[in-house]
C-alpha cells in the first residue's frame, strides 16, 4: 500500500506529513516507556523483520498480491509507541532507499500503513485478550484478528485521504469498493503472518512479547475454603533472561534469509493499492520517484545484471541499513528514558 507521489495533491501531502511528524514526535515520548533491556534490541530487529517480510509478496487474486504491513506485529511484539517508530523506520528505508514510496508521499504512507494499522491493531488487540482466556493461545488468537481488522482499516483511511485530497477525478463508492474489496484478502495473509511470528516468539520467549505481558494468570490455593492467589513466581535466572540474544540472532538470521533468498519467489502481480490504482485510472497523474535513480531503486542493486543475486543483495542491504537504523533509534530513546529516570534527574525530596 506504498502512496506514490502524485496520487494524492501537495495540501493534503502536507497535512498528513504534520500529521505523521506529530505521531512520531508523541511515539517517541511514548515509545521510553516501552523500551527496557528486553525490547530495545528487538524493536530494532522487528524493523528489519518487517522489512525483509514485505517484499515477499504472495498471490491474493488473479493478477493481485498482497505484502505484509507490519503494524499489528510490531505493536504486539514491542508496544503501539515502539510500532508506529518500527513501521516509519521501514518506510523512510523504503523511500530513501528503494524509491518504494513516494517521498512527497511519506506523510500519507507513515500515516497510513504506520499509524492507522497499529491503533487499530492494538486497539482490537487488547480489547480480545481481556475477554479471552488468559492464556498464550489466547495472544496469538487476538493477534489474527488484530493484523486482520488493520489492513482494510488502513485501505478505508487510503480512501478517505484520497477523497480529500486525490489528483483524479474518481467515484469515491468505486475507490473504497475496489480497496477494501482486495485488502480484506491481503489482511488474512498479514493476519496468518502475524499470528506465526507472535505464536513462534510467545512460545520460546513470552517475557518478550509485550501484548502477553501481565496475562499469565495466578494459581488459586484453597486455604480454610477460600481461593488465594500462590506466592509470585521467583525471578528468571540470568541465563533465561540472556537468551534474548539467541532470539535476536535467529529473527535476524530469519529475516537475512527472507530478504536475500525467499524474496526471489514473490509474486511479481501488483499489489493491491497498484492494481486498484491501474483499473481505476488512480495512477494518471502519478509521478517518477525522486529516488528512481539510487543504485538500489526496485529492490535491486544497479549494475547486477543476474537478477537473483541482484535482488538478493539489494535484500540483504535493506535488512542490515534498517536494524542498524532501527536499533540506532531505539538504543537512544532508551537511554533518554534511562537519563529521565535516574537518581540526578529526580527532583530533590521526591
Known amino acids: 500500500m506504498h502512496v506514490p507521489d502524485g496520487f494524492i495533491d501537495a495540501p493534503v501531502s502536507a497535512v498528513t506529513g504534520v500529521v505523521a511528524a506529530g505521531a512520531v514526535a508523541v511515539s517517541l515520548r511514548g515509545a521510553r516507556r516501552e523500551l527496557d533491556e528486553r525490547t530495545a534490541p528487538l524493536a530494532g530487529l522487528v524493523?528489519?523483520?518487517?522489512?525483509?517480510?514485505?517484499?515477499?509478496?504472495?498471490p491474493v487474486a488473479a493478477g493481485t498480491s498482497g505484502h505484509l504491513l507490519g503494524g499489528?506485529?510490531?505493536?504486539?511484539?514491542?508496544?503501539?509507541?515502539?510500532?508506529?517508530?518500527?513501521?516509519?523506520?521501514?518506510?523512510?528505508?523504503?523511500?530513501?532507499?528503494?524509491?518504494?514510496?513516494?517521498l512527497t508521499a511519506l506523510g500519507v504512507n507513515v500515516t497510513d500503513m504506520a499509524i492507522v494499522t497499529t491503533v487499530?491493531?492494538?486497539?482490537?488487540?487488547?480489547?480480545?485478550?481481556?475477554?479471552?482466556?488468559?492464556?498464550?493461545?489466547?495472544?496469538?488468537?487476538?493477534?489474527?484478528v488484530a493484523a486482520l481488522l488493520s489492513v482494510p482499516a488502513a485501505a478505508v483511511a487510503f480512501t478517505l485521504i484520497y477523497a480529500v485530497g486525490g489528483t483524479t477525478d474518481?467515484?469515491?463508492?468505486?475507490?473504497?469498493?475496489?480497496?477494501?474489496?482486495?485488502?480484506?484478502?491481503?489482511?488474512?495473509g498479514e493476519a496468518v503472518i502475524t499470528a506465526l511470528t507472535v505464536g513462534a516468539v510467545i512460545a520460546v520467549r513470552p517475557d518478550l512479547v509485550y501484548g502477553a505481558r501481565g496475562l499469565q494468570q495466578r494459581l488459586k490455593l484453597r486455604v480454610n475454603g477460600e481461593l488465594v492467589d500462590t506466592p509470585a513466581a521467583a525471578p528468571a535466572p540470568v541465563a533465561v533472561r540472556s537468551s534474548h540474544r539467541k532470539v535476536w540472532?535467529?529473527?535476524?538470521?530469519?529475516?537475512?534469509?527472507?530478504?536475500?533468498?525467499?524474496?526471489?519467489?514473490?509474486?511479481?502481480?501488483?499489489?493491491?493499492?497498484?492494481k486498484v490504482a491501474k483499473d481505476k485510472g488512480i495512477d494518471a497523474k502519478a509521478k517518477a520517484h525522486a529516488s528512481d535513480g539510487s543504485p538500489l531503486a526496485g529492490y535491486g542493486v544497479k549494475d547486477v545484471s543476474d537478477a537473483r543475486l541482484s535482488g538478493g543483495l539489494a535484500g540483504v542491504i535493506g535488512v542490515g541499513v534498517t536494524v542498524v537504523a532501527g536499533t540506532g533509534v531505539f538504543w537512544t530513546v532508551r537511554r533518554r528514558r534511562t537519563a529521565d529516570t535516574s537518581p540526578a534527574s529526580v527532583p530533590e525530596g521526591v
Do not use: W
Open 47 to 58: 524493523a528489519a523483520f518487517i522489512f525483509a517480510v514485505q517484499m515477499l509478496n504472495f
Open 170 to 188: 474518481i467515484a469515491l463508492s468505486k475507490v473504497a469498493t475496489a480497496m477494501v474489496g482486495v485488502h480484506v484478502l491481503i489482511g488474512i
Open 249 to 274: 540472532i535467529t529473527g535476524l538470521v530469519t529475516s537475512l534469509v527472507l530478504a536475500g533468498f525467499v524474496s526471489f519467489y514473490a509474486s511479481a502481480s501488483p499489489d493491491g493499492l497498484e
Open 120 to 144: 487499530v491493531a492494538y486497539a482490537v488487540f487488547r480489547g480480545l485478550v481481556k475477554v479471552l482466556p488468559r492464556t498464550r493461545r489466547s495472544v496469538t488468537v487476538a493477534s489474527f
Open 72 to 102: 499489528a506485529l510490531a505493536a504486539i511484539l514491542v508496544g503501539p509507541f515502539t510500532g508506529v517508530l518500527c513501521v516509519s523506520v521501514v518506510l523512510l528505508m523504503q523511500g530513501i532507499l528503494f524509491a518504494d514510496g513516494g
